[in-house]
């Protein structure tokens, strides 16, 4: 079975397609902007260069959020579309959360994991998860004092996602147990994410992850 995995929901515009769980081709482009105009072209340009036609895929992922409230949109709405063309391929939405989660390894797991999304204004995405990887808390936005109240409490923590560095500037008082600073979501964990759900039975319909308003001004 072929899947297509793509992201824009933060600072690249990233693509993947896998034959089974092996992946045949990875895109990665890094953008502040720009990444709607990119995907569908380089999607098109992927499937051309393995020779595989659009209706031999069998999964369609794609990451649902959180991050820019454009790229969230551009990402889910391409899905969506993909969706009505072409009714009989599966389709299933990843949260960046999970999809940042997978860059533990068993042993990186502590007693508490956070994944932190970078917002680019003073407060952050998060959601902590248990020694299974488990979830412990629901995917909010919150400063950084409110994320170390929920980590409090002595127990070893494991942080990633984008936004850990920026997190990890000031002393935590954290008995830290590993850290990740990957610079954005990386595909091929939505990939896998979206193949266990898929064997799972557990789609999960794409829909847009906000956990605040977008910001909008008068020019």
């Keep these: 079975m072929y899947t297509l995995?793509?992201?824009?929901?933060?600072?690249?515009?990233?693509?993947?397609?896998?034959?089974?769980?092996?992946?045949?081709?990875?895109?990665e482009q890094h953008m502040d902007y720009g990444q709607a105009e990119v995907l569908i072209p380089e999607i098109e340009k992927m499937l051309e260069a393995e020779r595989i036609k659009f209706a031999d895929l069998g999964l369609i992922a794609v990451c649902d959020g959180p991050g820019s409230f454009t790229g969230v949109r551009a990402s889910v709405s391409a899905a969506r579309a993909f969706n009505l063309a072409c009714p009989e391929i599966a389709v299933t939405g990843v949260s960046a959360f999970d999809a940042y989660l997978m860059d533990f390894s068993g042993d990186e797991l502590a007693k508490k994991n956070v994944v932190i999304i970078e917002t680019k204004r003073e407060d952050f995405y998060y959601q902590i998860f248990g020694e299974r990887g488990e979830k412990i808390s629901e995917p909010a936005a919150g400063s950084r004092e409110d994320i170390l109240n929920m980590l409090k409490g002595g127990q070893k923590v494991s942080i990633t996602g984008d936004g850990a560095e920026r997190f990890l500037n000031q002393p935590s008082g954290l008995s830290l147990h590993s850290i990740k600073m990957p610079s954005g979501v990386d595909i091929r964990n939505v990939a896998q994410c979206a193949l266990d759900q898929y064997f799972n039975k557990k789609l999960n319909f794409p829909k847009p992850l906000y956990l605040r308003a977008p910001d909008v001004c008068l020019k």
Excluded at 5 to 27: E, Q, Y
Aim: positive net charge.
């Design 5 to 27: 995995a793509f992201d824009t929901t933060g600072s690249k515009c990233s693509i993947a397609l896998l034959r089974d769980r092996a992946f045949v081709s990875v895109f």
